[in-house]
């Protein structure tokens, strides 16, 4: 090695990137005395070392989950204002009581579960449109929508999204009772059974709803946690593809389910109180299960027997004999005569 490659890896080694190119350059066009084999070697590793430096830069961050993200936080958005209106403007215009002090826990509680049960809904939407397509279509062989695909390929941040809302919604549920506003609450509520002169504030019906809808909730985030664990690559790797299958699709309707029926309990009789329909909206949880509750529908036609055997039939590869002249959408084919 010569006393000039020496030197000019030790320049080399401290500059800039960008102050490397412009001495590559330099160097290229003859200011090196290096041979042309030795100089165009050190352009490609130097033009090598830059693109994949530049290319990091400019790569936004978790790619894959900007979509989700933003979705969820549209979602969370819509809910918030809704839940704001609902509890916290209408009672200040039509009372003139302020009830602002709602919005950092009890607003932002009704937000959570409504966007969680609502992205767990995303999650297995998607397959199910694709199962009612491939029944229209009688095969499996043809390429789904470019939106479904999309939709399809996110359904595990949607899923994660999910479980992070939910946990946050049992860590928010946990800190009701460590509110001054809670405090301030339970002793008006004894003075008035004082007052009133009750030895006993009992009341069945409400220690059974409370009771169920607590357990139903438990029950649906412990299977969003394993459904959760099972999306981790360590653990699916070590899974068989029927094994995660049926992880992901077992459990995760019956904690669909579980979730439903929580929210359900949870309202309990409100949906036929009038008092609930504030400005003529109804409840945050009506709102929160029609597409859960639309999505377990879908499911429970597509288990009839009759459409479960074509399903299966058509994801084992066998197709639908199709008319002449036509695709598979039913649609004729241009210049293809059918007499």
Not at 10 to 38: F, I, T, W
Request: proline share 6%.
């Amino acid at each position: 090695m010569t006393a000039s490659d020496h030197s000019w890896k030790q320049e080399m080694a401290v500059v800039d990137p960008e102050e490397r190119l412009s001495l590559n350059q330099k160097n290229h066009q003859g200011h090196d005395p290096m041979s042309p084999n030795v100089a165009q070697q050190r352009l490609l590793l130097e033009e090598f070392e830059i693109s994949s430096s530049v290319s990091q830069e400019q790569m936004p961050l978790f790619p894959q989950w900007l979509l989700p993200l933003r979705i969820t936080g549209g979602l969370m958005a819509l809910t918030f204002l809704y839940t704001f209106l609902r509890d916290v403007l209408h009672p200040f215009v039509t009372q003139s009581r302020s009830d602002f002090y709602k919005v950092p826990i009890l607003v932002m509680n009704k937000t959570l579960p409504w966007s969680s049960i609502t992205l767990l809904a995303l999650v297995y939407l998607p397959g199910l449109l694709a199962a009612m397509l491939q029944l229209y279509r009688g095969t499996k062989y043809s390429r789904f929508p470019l939106w479904l695909e999309r939709w399809m390929s996110m359904r595990k941040q949607l899923g994660l999204l999910s479980f992070y809302l939910a946990c946050l919604h049992a860590l928010y549920s946990l800190c009701y009772p460590m509110r001054r506003s809670y405090r301030y609450k339970l002793l008006n509520w004894a003075y008035q059974q004082v007052k009133d002169n009750r030895e006993d504030s009992w009341v069945t019906e409400d220690v059974w709803r409370m009771e169920i809808y607590v357990s139903l909730g438990i029950m649906g985030l412990g299977l969003l946690a394993l459904l959760a664990i099972s999306s981790l690559p360590s653990v699916s790797d070590a899974l068989t593809w029927r094994e995660f299958t049926f992880v992901q699709r077992s459990l995760g309707y019956s904690a669909l389910t579980l979730c439903s029926a929580h929210a359900l309990v949870f309202g309990w009789r409100k949906w036929v109180e009038p008092k609930q329909f504030v400005w003529y909206t109804p409840p945050s949880f009506i709102l929160a299960l029609l597409l859960p509750l639309a999505t377990l529908l879908v499911k429970a036609v597509l288990m009839l027997p009759c459409l479960d055997w074509r399903l299966k039939r058509i994801r084992r590869g066998c197709e639908r004999p199709v008319a002449p002249g036509q695709d598979r959408s039913g649609q004729e084919l241009k210049g293809v005569r059918t007499e």
